[in-house]
């Protein structure tokens, strides 16, 4: 079984620094994705970066960089210049290539401080 | 402007009534997925559907159920068998190919009184 482990529940940044949140996976699947999630009070599901598992080169977004480590199984997403409104539920998940299936992690909540 | 639409915003269901929420999507997106939320956890995966006419059951889909006879359209009605259903409820959808990720809806919240 897929499970993705989040074990931050709870993180926060002050404005304008860098924070890293940490996530783990294990997947039996070889073609598989990973992604970083944003939920903000809305409630809207917004897709932040994400990784084939394939490729070895992290992806970068602008602010926002992961750090792939595939034999760990560990998948972090680390925000620079942390802004007001990046203060939101941040999710990180694995996806299978073949069903498209997203698996979870329980999230991680993100206060940034003025 | 292409999207994903999940209607109503808010629900209310009755103790034994079974409710329909509606999920729509015109980005010809091929797979489509439904997620429950609860408080202080992350989604979990009811059902999902990569082709029309066809769907599986997810990681909690006891007392719920699906149709698929259009590819833009993947209903989910939540049965008198779901004992707890208060939630919020999360569409999904995305291309069959391809590394892409989710296109959600705004979600429905459901409620029971």
């Known amino acids: 079984a897929q499970t993705v482990t989040q074990s931050q529940p709870e993180m926060s940044v002050q404005e304008a620094e860098t924070v890293t949140l940490s996530c783990t996976y294990d997947t039996s699947e070889s073609d598989y994705y990973l992604f970083w999630y944003k939920q903000p009070p809305s409630r809207q599901m917004i897709l932040v970066i994400r990784q084939e598992a394939y490729k070895q080169q992290n992806a970068t977004e602008n602010r926002f960089s992961v750090n792939f480590q595939k034999a760990a199984k560990s998948f972090s997403l680390k925000i620079s210049d942390s802004q007001l409104g990046d203060a939101a539920m941040y999710f990180c998940?694995?996806?299978?290539?073949?069903?498209?299936?997203?698996?979870f992690g329980q999230g991680t909540t993100l206060q940034v401080k003025p | 402007d292409g999207g994903i639409t999940q209607s109503p915003k808010y629900l209310f269901r009755k103790e034994g009534q079974n409710v329909t929420l509606s999920c729509e999507q015109n980005?010809?997106?091929?797979?489509m997925y439904w997620y429950r939320q609860d408080p202080g956890q992350g989604l979990r995966l009811i059902y999902y559907s990569q082709i029309v006419n066809d769907f599986q059951k997810g990681d909690i889909a006891e007392g719920y159920s699906v149709s698929r006879e259009k590819k833009e359209s993947f209903p989910l009605t939540v049965t008198s068998a779901q004992k707890n259903p208060t939630a919020f409820y999360l569409c999904a959808s995305r291309f069959q190919q391809g590394p892409y990720g989710y296109t959600f809806g705004s979600g429905t919240r459901l409620t029971v009184v």
């Open positions: 998940a694995s996806g299978s290539g073949n069903t498209g299936k997203l698996i």
């Open positions: 980005l010809n997106h091929d797979a």
